[in-house]
C-alpha cells in the first residue's frame, strides 16, 4: 500500500520494516540563519509490538535530557515520541554517526547508575509525581545490553 509523502519524516518511514532497538537520522536541516541542525531517531522498542511506559519514558526523558548536556553542548532536545517507542534526539550541527552513539551510550551508563530523577517535583514538571528511577534504569540497560544492534536500522 503506497502511501502519500507526508512532511513529517518518520510518517514517511515504513514502521513495519524498522529493527528496534537502532539510532537513524531521520532529519537534516540548515535553519535560516545557517545553523545546522540533525536529528536522530533512537529507537527503543519494537514500532506496533511494544512501547516503553509512561514513567519509564517521562524518567528517561528528564535523565537524558540533563546527563546528555553533561557530555555534549550540542544537545539541543531529548524528545519522546508520542508512539512511546523511543525519542528524537536533536543536536547542533551534523555530528558523526560513532560520536553520536558514543554520546547516548555514555548518557545512558549515567543513567544506570542515577540516585534520582532531576527535576521529578510539582515545581519543576508539569507531571512530578509520573516518574519511576528505576524503570528508567531497566530501559536504559536494556538499550545498552542491545549496543550491537544500534546501527541496523531495518530487518
Known sequence: MTQPKM???????DHRTVAAPYVRVADHKTLPKGDTITKFDVRFTQPNEAHLEMPAVHSLEHLFAEHSRNRSSDVIDFSPMGCQTGFYLILQGTPDIDD???????TLTDITTATEVPAANEV???WGANHSLEAAQEVARGFLAARDQWSTVTR
Open 124 to 126: 519543576q514538571c508539569g
Open 100 to 106: 553520536v552513539m558514543t554520546l547516548i551510550e555514555g
Open 7 to 13: 512532511n513529517v519524516e518518520s510518517f514517511n518511514l
